[in-house]
């Protein structure tokens, strides 16, 4: 396969003025006609006239309305193009449920959809499918369906016929098409300057009850967009539409937002609060990427991050908002170490503005999105809010309209504040996880504290040689009493070594380094459990203060893994007095009841140059939440019965709290009281967060036979309730058992492994299960491996994202290793693997 290189960018030869299509319906022969407008680009070098197209069949192409015949290939055609500007014509014929792909135009359960990003589009017709080729569309459907939908503003409906403009131009990777048999949640909502926009959420007959949420969280989020960006909306309608069969959980395509419909349907009785959170962020999300994608689009697909990573942060900012900035950001932290730093310290590792790439759709990453994120983060940290708010206000007003670059972006920020970006820009160009240690040192009679930090970038084939970032790292100084003696304030570290002090002091205080997280980095600090007791006690940073419960948890897992031992008592007795204080948020005291994920563990093990055991970390992860039971079933079940809420559902930030804690609790007061309690909880449940967590208790303590067949009875017709039901069984399977579990399910009639959130429900949760998937057996490899075979023909991409259950196979030991080679060898051989998969799988084997 070729490998695509950002270093050899060139603008396309050619300027599109306008594109008209003709859609023609039908389930295996749509007829798709384009009218394109091109005429030659004058800050182009080459002007080869090379269109995109893939599955597609040519029926007829004319220049200035005479026939012409293209050399066509498997990636697209070439033609013989007048020297001035000239008007293309084509007709080609698709296969819509021919494509299981689910890129392009496809059918899901009826209707017809599409997903054009990032390279759907040349599936469709002959284009330039680049996002820097910008373009006014103007849509014509023709099909026997009531709802048919595009981009823009509705021109003309009719019987079986309906027009749309969009007046924005746009690459066609945000080009969006939908049919079919629809019914539509409508709301209106008055823009900022007054202008009145249609809003319609469009389900299939049947969901009309979950639509409410997701409507509410769209107008949260554009009124959010005009207070806080000053961004408004810019069209006369938006739609969103909910399909069933998804790659990703959503698209901002313009106007028309496709959506997973796991990603938006939601109901109390259907859905648990975390989906709620979910659905309000991606909402949130795809509606910010009109201005930060669409209005302003990225040049090439080197550049995602410059819409996903200011996007991410937006959403995040928005929840934080919504919601508690605490508990989110911890949130976010624990998902970024979970799928990003393993992403950054593997054979994935790549820069959050990648440099090459075979499949731009195995580029879809944590990195991209997270880190990108981060990185965003870290700017505003560095510049201060208000120059963040000027630098953004100068990005719109500059860049409306281009298709534009990390170079641009980091512009907008350097003339705004002065500052030279050069070396913060390494965080877009270098790969891995900066490891940031920091050793203290105390003049007790000048009063002078200092801390010096040592930084250091682990190289990987991605980073050769990593060069010292720019790192803000947030610190406050806590006093042995627990008050805070010095506020959080920014060092700004630049060197591979550097000191800041601090100074007028009374006595020695501890350092409560990296606040809120304000860089992604490991960070290496040699507190002693005294300080650590004290910070996890008092840091007035919340964020600090779980991170303080959180590493001493996970010292006292990797005793208990490497020597055996009992849970650390002092952790623990003052991990009670945080769960007492009735002060905290029950969110944040639930955060607080976790511990390290099996995967966290088994990093740190390899981090320590130890091979981590599977079976042993699922052990000693067993034994503390059973201590932790014993010991706290007391306050555990006087937390249950305070916070438990009485008053009718609500998915608001307070009662999602509430039920955390109380849904934490029981899973712990299970293992010492045995299952009554969450049997009781399971019958008396009236939303789906207490009756899946009550059923995840029992299945867990293996009582959960009986409720699992109550819950498919009453769900067996809700495709998304019913994935919770297939995920759950393999998440709360003994280790033994989970890959025999997750097997079984495979044979279960419901089990539609062609639909990626089924496959998913069973699969991700299987590789998410560490003791699971590495079993001594092998069985969940070889399982996998297996699916992972029967999927990539039907669906490359979700198959090469699956893959990467394996990228961490080289921390095990050889055993595990040669059969995670074995299987590996085994799917890289298949007759005709995608370029997806076989790149992911290339990269991971290494
Ligand atoms: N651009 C989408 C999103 O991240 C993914 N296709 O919102
Ligand atoms: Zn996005």
Redesign the pocket.
């Known amino acids: 396969p070729q490998t695509i290189y950002l270093s050899d960018y060139q603008p396309f030869g050619f300027l599109v003025d306008e594109v008209a299509l003709t859609f023609d319906l039908d389930p295996h022969k749509t007829r798709v006609k384009s009218r394109i407008a091109f005429r030659p680009n004058p800050a182009a070098q080459e002007a080869d006239f090379f269109l995109h197209g893939e599955q597609l069949k040519l029926v007829s192409a004319q220049i200035d309305g005479k026939p012409v015949t293209p050399k066509v290939t498997e990636r697209g055609l070439t033609c013989d193009v007048p020297d001035g500007p000239f008007i293309w014509e084509a007709e080609v014929e698709i296969d819509p449920k021919g494509n299981t792909a689910l890129e392009g135009l496809y059918m899901s359960g009826g209707m017809y959809c599409t997903q054009c ?1 990032a390279e759907g589009f040349r599936k469709i017709t002959y284009y330039p499918d680049r996002p820097d080729v910008m373009s006014v569309f103007t849509v014509t459907i023709n099909g026997p369906h009531p709802v048919l939908l595009s981009n823009g503003n509705p021109v003309a409906q009719g019987q079986n016929h309906a027009e749309w403009h969009d007046p924005w131009p746009k690459p066609a990777y945000l080009f969006a098409l939908v049919a079919g048999d629809l019914v539509a949640h409508s709301d209106r909502f008055t823009t900022m300057s007054g202008r009145e926009v249609d809003l319609n959420l469009y389900v299939r007959p049947g969901d009309e009850g979950k639509c409410a949420f997701g409507m509410e969280a769209l107008k949260a989020s554009m009124k959010w967009d005009e207070e806080v960006y000053g961004r408004e909306y810019d069209l006369d309608i938006f739609n969103i539409v909910a399909v069933d069969d998804f790659n ?5 395509n313009k106007g028309l937002n496709i959506f997973n419909s796991a990603a938006v349907l939601a109901s109390p009785e259907t859905s648990t609060d975390d989906n709620f959170e979910r659905i309000e962020a991606i909402i949130a ?2 509606y910010f ?1 009109n201005w930060t ?1 669409n209005r302003i689009t990225c040049r090439d697909w080197f550049q995602l991050c410059l ?2 990573g200011l ?1 991410v942060y937006r959403d995040a900012q928005f929840t934080s908002d919504m919601r508690s900035p605490a508990v989110k950001r911890i949130g976010d932290v624990i998902d970024l170490r979970a799928r990003q730093f393993a992403e950054d310290q593997g054979p994935l590792a790549h820069p959050v503005r990648p440099e090459s790439f075979q499949e731009i759709n195995n580029f ?1 990453t944590a990195t991209v ?1 997270e880190k990108g994120a981060e990185v965003i983060g870290m700017l505003k940290t560095l510049v201060g809010d208000d120059a963040y708010a000027k630098a953004l206000d100068l990005y719109f007003e500059r860049h409306d309209g281009d298709a534009a670059t990390i170079e641009n972006w980091l512009k907008v920020f350097e003339d705004t504040t002065g500052r030279d970006l050069t070396q913060f820009k390494r965080w877009y160009s270098q790969a891995g996880t900066p490891r940031l240690s920091v050793v203290e040192a105390w003049d007790a009679g000048k009063g002078i504290f200092t801390l010096t930090f040592t930084q250091h970038t682990p190289p990987s084939t991605a980073t050769l040689e990593p060069k010292p970032q720019v790192l803000p790292i947030t610190v406050g100084l806590i006093g042995a009493d627990g008050a805070e003696v010095a506020p959080s304030r920014v060092l700004e570290m630049t060197e591979a070594e550097q000191s800041f002090t601090f100074d007028g002091l009374d006595a020695r205080p501890v350092a409560s380094v990296l606040r809120g997280f304000s860089a992604p980095v490991v960070l290496d600090q040699d507190l002693s459990k005294e300080e650590r007791l004290l910070l996890l006690a008092h840091d007035s940073d919340p964020f600090n203060r779980w991170e303080a419960g959180r590493t001493l948890a996970r010292q006292s897992l990797l005793a208990a893994i490497t020597e055996n031992s009992a849970p650390d008592d002092a952790w623990l007795a003052a991990q009670r007095a945080v769960l007492e204080d009735e002060t905290l948020e029950p969110a944040y005291r639930a955060l607080m009841l976790g511990l390290p994920s099996h995967a966290d563990l088994a990093s740190t093990l390899h981090d320590a140059g130890k091979t981590p055991d599977p079976a042993a970390i699922h052990q000693a992860v067993e034994a503390t939440r059973d201590a932790m039971a014993e010991r706290f079933a007391a306050l555990l079940g006087d937390l249950y019965d305070r916070h438990r809420v009485d008053a009718p559902y609500q998915p608001n930030a307070a009662q999602s709290g509430k039920r955390a804690l109380t849904n934490a609790a029981l899973a712990l007061l299970t293992r010492v009281e045995g299952p009554a309690r969450a049997q009781a909880q399971f019958d008396d449940a009236d939303n789906m967060t207490q009756q899946l967590s009550a059923l995840a208790a029992l299945l867990r303590a293996g009582q959960g036979d009986k409720a699992l067949a109550a819950f498919e009875a009453q769900w067996r017709d809700d495709r998304l309730v019913m994935d919770k039901w297939f995920g759950l069984q393999v998440s709360q399977a003994a280790p033994e058992k989970a890959a025999e579990v997750a097997r079984r399910l495979t044979q279960h009639a419901d089990f539609n492994w062609k639909n990626p959130n089924r496959f998913r429900a069973v699969f991700g949760s299987l590789a998410m299960h560490h003791a699971g998937f590495h079993h001594e057996s092998g069985k969940g490899y070889a399982l996998l491996a297996d699916w992972l075979i029967k999927l990539d023909p039907v669906n490359p991409q979700t198959t090469a994202r699956m893959c990467s259950a394996f990228q961490t196979w080289r921390r095990y030991d050889m055993a595990r290793q040669k059969m995670i080679e074995t299987q590996l060898d085994r799917i890289l051989a298949s007759p005709d693997l995608s370029r997806d998969t076989s790149e992911m799988l290339s990269r991971i084997r290494g």
């Open positions: 990003e990703m959980g959503a698209m901002e999300h795809e990427h994608g819409k996903e996007t879809y999105y």
